[in-house]
């Protein structure tokens, strides 16, 4: 599969433990997004990445989470401390920049958060 | 300020209705507009950019500057299409270097046999 990869597919964790998810994205894809998603909500803006410079960060991103992408390959999310309204869907995407609204979905990460 | 709005959380059509999605946008000059549509259990994925001015799965969407609106529109639905559908203004300029994609909170269609 070239698409893009997500892992894990699931995670289930205590509050207060740290967790990390990996995005692979589309090999000559230079944009990384990573979103939010709640049942019944569109995708919220967390971050995104060109290359491996971090362009922008949402402020739903509390300092708990971190996100990086070095050699602008593939990236990390980590949250720390979590809390259980950290639960939900985590979702990456890449483009390419010349067409950076066509985003490529990677099929994301649910979190629990128990 | 950038806002997206789908007014619509559930549209519910039975099969070979028309169906219209709306989306209105308030953006800074000219976004490009998408639309992206997830299938239950799968992927989110695009459905079509209006730059592209094309038609896919019979959908096609207008873009009207003047109503800042870019509705999504299918003549006959089938039930196939039940999905989330999700508007997503990209703000547009030849550099492009630093705008982030954002999506409207989703419609939810149903298309009843």
């Known amino acids: 599969d070239t698409g893009v990869s997500q892992n894990p597919r699931h995670k289930i964790t205590k509050r207060g433990q740290n967790v990390t998810f990996r995005c692979d994205p589309i090999?000559?894809?230079?944009?990384l997004y990573w979103y939010r998603q709640t049942l019944g909500q569109g995708p919220e803006f967390l971050t995104y990445?060109?290359?491996?410079?971090?362009?922008?960060k949402s402020r739903l991103l509390s300092d708990r989470f971190s996100a990086e992408r070095p050699k602008g390959s593939f990236s990390t999310l980590e949250i720390q401390r979590t809390e259980q309204g950290d639960s939900a869907m985590y979702l990456c995407a890449s483009s390419i920049p010349t067409v950076s609204g066509k985003a490529f979905f990677g099929q994301g990460t649910r979190l629990t958060v128990v | 300020a950038q806002r997206v709005t789908q007014p619509e959380k559930l549209l519910s059509v039975f099969k070979g209705a028309p169906v219209e999605l709306k989306c209105n946008y308030s953006?800074?000059?000219?976004?490009?507009l998408f639309w992206y549509v997830q299938y239950s259990r799968q992927r989110l994925q695009l459905l079509l950019r209006?730059?592209s001015r094309e038609s896919i799965k019979g959908f096609t969407a207008d873009l009207n500057k003047g109503e800042t609106s870019f509705h999504l529109k299918k003549p006959f639905a089938q039930e196939e299409d039940s999905a989330m559908y999700y508007c997503a203004p990209f703000p547009f300029d030849s550099g492009g270097s630093n705008y982030k994609l954002t999506f409207g909170k989703g419609t939810l269609l149903t298309v009843n046999p």
């Open positions: 990445f060109q290359n491996e410079a971090q362009l922008e």
């Open positions: 209006h730059i």
């Open positions: 953006y800074s000059g000219s976004p490009e």
């Open positions: 090999s000559e894809h230079n944009r």
